[in-house]
Each structure stands twice: as structure tokens, then as C-alpha cells.
């Protein structure tokens, strides 16, 4: 049976909460339990409990209203999301909403059953994501929180040894870069995780408040527009927390190199074909083989992500109509893999970063992206004994060329 979501509606109108109550009852296969605080004190009350999974609060709650509600509830640590409802609707009252906490708002008399529960739905899973981001920069604070303890301990050991004073001085300087390595890092995590997962979320929010108002068959056109706007943005959510959770597997030491045996034409083909619902309009993946043997002895999840970002990227970076070209090559020594692309390319300055964490080059800025992928490629690269290499010019495309050596089964 499906756990019931526990609803409190902070509304000071019990006629409002029996029309609320009654929207709710009209909601298909529901799995609700609603409950009702009647003031501004007996909600705050409720809240700290935490039992809730989701908040409806009214905009006007007497002498107070719902955005001091919501203010007060998240700065003492509710965690569950908050949805304003309020008596109008316009840009100032959903700007006031997001800047204090909600996730989302709705407009008092014209909530339908279904609004309602897109709004619900939708509210609780971005808390979700946002706890994600909250739950990964915890993390990160803990490695800064290590890093400052290792900071001290060297200090410390240089304090009772014998050193000469450029060997205490060099030993500092390292301890303190790595310091700031670490700080930049984590800057640069909160920045870009925040900026990448607001605009999908941004997205879904916006299709599902609209997707309620095309009722006729007559709008199933633009209902399906927006049900593919929030399927694209969800793809989007997964591709991202999948660079962040990749990430930090490898940082944690993770990530094993675990070869097995297996046709490489097949597998190239397969991951051709898969990628194909990825591409733009015109675009095509051109896949060749070089040489009649294809038993290699590799680990085939490692291959398969390293293959699928660097493909993905290929189509990415370059325009509509233009191809791709993948190419594997086998010989007694090694295993050569290119993936050649027709886009925008690589600007000089920015070469010395590509693979760096975060780094993302000066013309991709209108590109979303977290600059993860090419830092885990060359990471999963090295797990696996290989060598990764690139040619690139701007405006004309670039080559990435992917080198392993030829192992065998250990009998």
C-alpha cells in the first residue's frame, strides 16, 4: 500500500481549508492526509515537529502573513516544501514567494485537483534535489574541515623537528595551496550545482503550472510540448547528479578497473545506436572498425561511460546536420579509439584547462554543462592504464583519441 503524504495547510479561513480538503478528495488515486492550522503560532508549532511532507500556506494569516511564516520555518530548519497560495497572480508575489523559501505558489480560486497535485509532486521532488546539493556540499565542508586538521598537524610536526627553514617553509606553502585548492573547489561546486539544477528545475515547475491550463483535445499538441520540456529537463537533473556522484566515487578511491572480455565492434555499435535518440536533427554517428580482430580485454562500464560522454559531447558541441565520426582500431599492441566532431572547437587559451574540474571553455558559455564530463573521461582513462590525447581548432572541430594497451585474460 502507498504511504499516504502528509499535508498541513496554514490557513486562518476554516472555509478555505474544507474547499482545499475537497480539492484534495477530487484527486485521482489520491494518497493524501490533510491537515489544518488555523494561526500563525499553531503552524509554527506544527512545523517544528517536522511530521509534514509538504506545506499549503494561505498569503494572508492575520496579523502576519505567509512569507514570515515561511522565512521563520526554513531559518529554524524545515526542510519539507513550502507553497504559497495567495489571492492573485503576479511577478512581484512569486518573486517575494521564491526569495522566501517557497518552491512554488497558487492562485486561490482557480486550483484544480490536478494543479494541486502537479504542485505537490513537483515541490517535493526538488526539495529532494536541492537536499542532494545540500547533502554533497556537507561533504565537501567535512574534506575542508580534514584538510584544516592535516594543515595543522604538519605544522605541528614541523614544530618538533629539526628542519631547516626552507624545508619547514616549502612544507607549508604545499599544505596551504592544497587549502586553497580545496576552497576554490568547493566554491566552485556550490556556484555551478545551483545555477545547473535551477534552470531544469525551473523548467519543469513552469510546464507542469501550464500543462493544467490545455484541458481540450484541441491542446494536446502543446500539452505534449511541455510533457517533453519536463522529460528533457529531468534527463538534464539525472545527467548532472550522475557528474557529481561520479566525482566523488572517484575521489573516494571508488572506482576500480575490472577488465573483462568482449567483442569491441559490438559494443561500439551498441553504444552508437543507444546514443542516437541523443542527437540533434541531422546529426549521424559514422561508426568504423579498423582491422579484423575485436576480443578485447577491458572494463566494459568504464569504456561504455568514457564513450557515452565523449559522444555526447561531440553532438553537444556541434550544430545541427553536422557528423560524427567513431572510430576503434585494433592491433597486437594496442586498442586506439577516436571520436572527431565537426563543432565549435577548442580556443587556444583554454587548452591547458580542458581537463580540469568545473572548467568550461569561452565559447560554451550559451552550453549547459557542469565542465565534469572531460575531467571524469581523463580519470577513468588513467584508471584503466590508458592515454587520452586531442586535436582541436576552433570553428572546425576537434578529435579526441583514446589509447589502451592490448592486455589478455590472466589464464
Known sequence: M????????????????????????????RHYLLEWAGSFSEALAQIEQKRHDVYLVDYRLGAHDGLELIKEAVGKGAAA????????????????????????????GTISPNELERSIRYSIEHAKSLAVIQRLNSELEQRVKERTQELGAAIRKLEQTNRSLFEAEKEVRKALNKEKELHELKSRFVTIASHEFRTPLSTVLSSASLIGKYKTTEDDEKRQKHVERIKSAVSNLTSI?????????????????????????????????????????????????HREKALIYLDKQLLKNILFNLLSNASKYSGEGKDIHFTTH??????TI???????????????????????????????????????????????EGTLSYQSELDKGTTFTITFPQNHPTL
Open 2 to 29: 502507498q504511504e499516504k503524504i502528509r499535508i498541513l495547510l496554514v490557513d486562518d479561513d476554516e472555509d478555505d481549508f474544507i474547499i482545499t480538503r475537497d480539492i484534495i478528495e477530487d484527486i485521482p488515486g
Open 81 to 108: 516544501p513550502f507553497i504559497l497560495m495567495t489571492g492573485q497572480s503576479d511577478r512581484e508575489t512569486d518573486e517575494k514567494a521564491m526569495r522566501a523559501g517557497a518552491l512554488d505558489y497558487l492562485v486561490k
Open 241 to 289: 547528479l550522475n557528474d557529481f556522484l561520479s566525482i566523488s566515487r572517484i575521489e573516494e578511491g571508488k572506482i576500480y578497473n575490472v577488465p573483462s572480455e568482449f567483442d569491441l565492434v559490438a559494443f561500439a555499435a551498441e553504444v552508437a545506436d543507444e546514443l542516437q535518440g541523443y542527437l540533434k536533427p541531422g546529426q549521424r554517428i559514422h561508426y568504423t572498425h
Open 330 to 335: 585494433t592491433s597486437d599492441d594496442c586498442i
Open 338 to 384: 577516436t571520436v572527431q566532431d565537426e563543432g565549435i572547437g577548442i580556443p587556444d587559451a583554454d587548452k591547458t584547462y580542458l581537463f580540469s574540474p568545473f572548467f568550461r571553455a569561452q565559447n560554451v558559455t550559451n552550453i549547459q554543462g557542469t565542465g565534469l564530463g572531460l575531467n571524469i573521461v581523463k580519470r577513468y582513462v588513467d584508471i584503466m
